[in-house]
C-alpha cells in the first residue's frame, strides 16, 4: 500500500473533515456488472483507500469481480497529502456517501502506537525505527472498527504479494475480527504490470495523471507522521547512491544549518510531554521534531534488511522527530532506571522490535511484552538537553527532579565523607573473580597434565631394551 507522498506534513491540529459531499456522478458504465467472484459471499467489503490510482483500480476491480458493495476508508495520520479530495474521487467511483469514511487519525497513532513503541526504544535489526511497520496496526484496526460498523463481511487492500504490509494488516485484522475475509487483489489479479494497470484504469475512466501515464516517481514512497520510506525503482540496485533530490523531509547535513540548535525534551512516563517548556499534544510534538530534525539533517537511514516473507530488500527512510525521540528517551532512562531494568530492555528491545516489524502488534506476547515495557516508565520523568548539529545528535545534559538515580556523593572522584567505601571493593572483586581463578588453576592443571605426558612417553622410549634370551644348545 505504498504511495507517493508529499513531504510537508499536514498541520497536527487539523479536524477530521466529516461534512457531507454532495454525490457526484458515477462512473458510467455500459452494462450491468456480472462478478466472477459473487459466489463467494462478499456482500460489503471495507477498503483501505487512499484515492490514489493503485487503490482506485482495486475499488472498480472489487465492484467488478466480486458484485459488492464497497465502503472507503481513508486515513491522515500525517503522510503530508490532502485526503478529502479522496471523498470525491469515491462519490465518482459509485460509492455512497454514507460509505465514505475519512478520518484525521494523528494524535491516536503518535498516542498510542509511536509512543508506545519508543518508550521500549524499539529498532528493527539494530538501525530502523519502524516509521511504516507501526502504522499498519491503526489501519488495520480501523478497518475492523468500520467493517462491524456497517456490517461488512470483508476488508480489502492494496499490498502487494511480496512485502510486509500484508502480513501486517491481515495479521491484524484475524486478531481483531477472527472470522473476517480478506481480500488482497495484488495476489489475486492478473495486472501485473503498469501497462495493464493503465489499460484497466482507461477503459473504467479511472483517471490517470501524466506523471502515472509516464512512469511516476522512480521510487515507491509511504509516508506518516513518524516517517517517510523510499523503495523500488533505481533502488533496487543496493550500490546505487540515491539522488540528493530524493530525500524531502531532510536537509542534507552539508547544508544543514552551521551554527548548532539546543533542544530540551520534558518526559513524563517515558514520553515527551513538552518541547522547551512548551507542553504539546503528542502528534504536535512528534510535528516539531520533525521539523527541526529535518532542519538539522538528521534522520537519514539507507539499509538492506531482511523482510518478512524471506527475502532482502533496500529502502531509504526519514524518520527526524523520531531519531531525536530514541536520543533523549535513552537519555532520560539512563539517569531514572535501573541497571538491570536497563538491560533487560535491552535484551527484550530486539524481540519487540521483530513484533512490530513481522505484524504482531495485536499478539499476546507482545501486550504481554508492552505492560512491562509501561510498568518501567513510571520513573521515567524529568528533562533531557540535545544539541543538534549537521546530521548528529549530542546529549548535553538530562535531569530529573524526582526519579534520578545519579547521586553525586557517592560517584564523586572528590572526597565524599564516607558515603562509599572503597575498601569494599576488594571484596567484591574477589567473590566476582572466585569462578575465573577456579577455571584458571584447572586450565593450568590441564596443561601440566597433557605436558607431563609426552615426557613420559620419552623417558619410556628411551630405555635400553631386555637382552634375548640364550639360544638353546645344539
Not at 562509599?420 to 584458571?440: E, H, M, S, T, V
Amino acid at each position: 500500500m505504498s504511495k507517493t507522498a508529499k513531504a510537508s506534513q499536514a498541520p497536527a491540529t487539523q479536524t477530521p473533515v466529516t461534512k457531507p459531499v454532495k454525490a457526484a456522478t458515477p462512473v458510467a458504465t455500459s452494462a450491468p456488472v456480472v462478478a466472477k467472484k459473487a459466489g463467494q459471499g462478499v456482500k460489503k467489503v471495507v477498503l483501505a483507500y487512499s484515492g490514489g490510482l493503485d487503490t482506485s483500480i482495486i475499488l472498480k476491480w472489487l465492484q467488478d469481480e466480486y458484485g459488492c458493495e464497497v465502503v472507503t476508508f481513508t486515513a491522515d495520520i500525517g503522510q503530508g497529502e490532502e485526503i478529502e479530495p479522496a471523498r470525491a474521487k469515491a462519490l465518482k467511483m459509485g460509492i455512497k456517501p454514507e460509505n465514505i469514511f475519512i478520518e484525521d487519525l494523528r494524535e491516536e497513532f503518535v498516542r498510542d502506537f509511536v509512543f508506545p513503541m519508543f518508550r521500549a526504544n524499539a529498532l528493527y535489526e539494530g538501525e530502523y525505527l519502524l516509521g511504516t511497520s507501526i502504522a499498519r496496526p491503526l489501519i488495520a484496526k480501523r478497518l475492523i472498527e468500520i467493517a462491524k460498523k456497517t456490517k461488512g463481511d470483508a476488508i480489502s487492500h492494496g499490498a502487494t504479494g511480496k512485502g510486509n504490509d500484508q502480513v501486517r494488516f491481515e495479521l491484524g485484522a484475524y486478531a481483531l475480527l477472527p472470522g473476517v475475509k480478506v481480500i488482497a487483489p495484488w495476489r489475486e489479479w492478473d495486472l501485473l504490470s503498469r501497462e495493464k494497470l493503465l489499460a484497466y484504469a482507461d477503459k473504467h475512466g479511472i483517471p490517470v495523471d501524466f506523471k502515472k501515464r509516464k512512469g511516476g516517481a522512480p521510487y515507491s514512497m509511504d509516508a506518516n507522521l513518524l516517517h517517510i520510506s523510499y523503495e523500488g525503482g533505481v533502488l533496487e540496485d543496493p550500490n546505487f547512491e540515491p539522488e540528493a533530490s530524493m530525500w524531502r523531509l531532510t536537509n542534507s547535513p552539508e547544508k544543514a544549518p552551521g551554527k548548532a540548535q539546543v533542544i530540551e525534551l520534558t518526559y513524563a512516563k517515558g514520553d515527551v510531554v513538552a518541547i522547551d517548556g512548551v507542553k504539546m499534544s503528542p502528534a504536535t510534538v512528534l510535528t516539531k521534531l520533525n521539523e527541526i530534525g529535518g532542519k538539522h539533517g538528521i534522520g537519514r537511514l539507507d539499509k538492506v534488511e531482511n523482510r518478512y516473507v524471506g527475502m532482502k530488500s533496500r529502502g531509504c527512510y526519514e524518520t527526524p522527530g523520531g531519531t531525536i525521540l530514541l536520543s533523549g528517551h535513552r537519555a532520560i532512562e539512563s539517569i531514572t532506571l535501573d541497571r538491570e531494568v536497563l538491560a533487560l530492555k535491552d535484551d527484550l528491545m530486539p524481540r519487540y522490535a521483530r513484533m512490530i516489524y513481522n505484524g504482531y502488534w495485536f499478539s499476546p506476547e507482545r501486550e504481554l511484552l508492552q505492560g512491562l515495557i509501561d510498568k518501567s516508565q513510571e520513573t521515567v520523568n524529568g528533562t533531557v538537553k540535545l544539541k543538534l548539529y549537521k546530521g548528529t545528535i549530542l546529549v548535553v545534559g538530562r535531569e530529573s527532579k524526582t526519579d534520578s538515580l545519579f547521586d553525586a556523593k557517592i560517584s564523586t572522584f572528590d572526597d565524599d565523607g564516607g558515603a562509599y567505601n572503597q575498601a569494599d571493593a576488594a571484596g567484591f572483586i574477589k567473590l566476582n573473580a572466585l569462578r575465573l581463578r577456579i577455571g584458571a588453576n584447572v586450565k593450568a592443571a590441564r596443561a601440566a597434565s597433557a605436558k607431563a605426558k609426552p615426557v613420559a612417553a620419552k623417558k619410556a622410549a628411551a630405555k635400553p631394551a631386555a637382552k634375548p634370551a640364550a639360544k638353546a644348545a645344539k
